[in-house]
């Protein structure tokens, strides 16, 4: 796209090559998952008491897995991706969901709209010069009261593969630090709620780094505190 990021054009023609495998290997991974179930559960229960039948959406939704995982704790969510491959996937395997292509840094939401926003390791693909602006972006489209939960890998590095699948990617996942994504999320408005860090588990391939997941809340304020 014309005047986009060089992260974004890697990114997107990264998970289209490999959309389908992608789709393939994790398509289980939740049920493989408690303590993740735990903490998007508990999510979609504070989203459900703040702000009942509001929209959420989920940001680089892949192939939609943890989308329909939120629709079937009575969410109302949608899902959208830079990859069109991989919106294309979601939306053979959740028919009955909503996704379509989009880019989480520049939402095509209005001020307020939601109710929660998840980014489930896909922030982990934001080049830390982007990070700041794509928190506010989260916090633009948060009504007062709204949740956004951040899952990522907790490192210093950035893992860069050149391929991926048995093809040609250019793709970088950056591991972050919880401190450092909640002072961005500080910075970007919002307040903290949760944080949850997860041991290493050497038996699962996409877990051999702690995992973490953070929850925060656009603070209460304004016209909506009247509500
Ligand atoms: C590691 S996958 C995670 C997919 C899904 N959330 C899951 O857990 O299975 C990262 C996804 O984020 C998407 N993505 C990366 N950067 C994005 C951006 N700036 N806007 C929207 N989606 C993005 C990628 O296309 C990819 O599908």
Do not use: I, K, N
């Given at each position: 796209m014309d005047g986009e990021p060089a992260h974004l054009a890697a990114t997107r023609s990264g998970y289209d090559a490999i959309a389908g495998q992608?789709?393939?290997?994790?398509?289980?991974?939740?049920?493989?998952?408690?303590?993740?179930?735990?903490?998007?559960?508990?999510?979609?229960?504070?989203?459900?008491?703040?702000?009942?039948e509001a929209p959420v959406l989920e940001v680089g939704c892949g192939p939609g897995a943890v989308t329909a995982h939120l629709s079937a704790l009575h969410l109302d969510v949608r899902g959208i991706d830079l990859s069109p491959a991989m919106v294309d996937l979601a939306r053979q395997e959740h028919p009955d969901l909503g996704f379509e292509v989009g880019e989480m840094g520049r939402l095509d939401r209005r001020d307020g709209e939601l109710a929660g926003l998840v980014s489930w390791y896909s922030l982990i693909h934001v080049p830390a010069p982007h990070r700041r602006s794509v928190l506010e972006e989260f916090h633009r489209v948060l009504r007062p009261g709204g949740y956004v939960l951040i899952a990522f890998q907790v490192g210093h590095d950035t893992l860069h593969l050149d391929e991926?699948?048995?093809?040609?990617?250019?793709?970088?996942?950056?591991?972050?630090?919880?401190?450092?994504?909640?002072?961005?999320?500080?910075?970007?408005?919002f307040e903290p709620a949760a944080r949850m860090v997860k041991a290493p588990e050497p038996s699962s391939a996409a877990s051999q780094v702690p995992q973490c997941f953070v929850i925060a809340r656009r603070p209460l304020g304004g016209a909506w505190a009247q509500e």
């Open positions: 992608y789709a393939e290997t994790f398509r289980a991974e939740l049920e493989q998952a408690p303590l993740d179930r735990a903490v998007l559960a508990a999510f979609a229960e504070l989203v459900r008491r703040a702000h009942p991926a699948f048995g093809r040609a990617v250019s793709l970088d996942f950056h591991r972050l630090q919880p401190d450092d994504v909640e002072a961005l999320l500080d910075g970007a408005g």
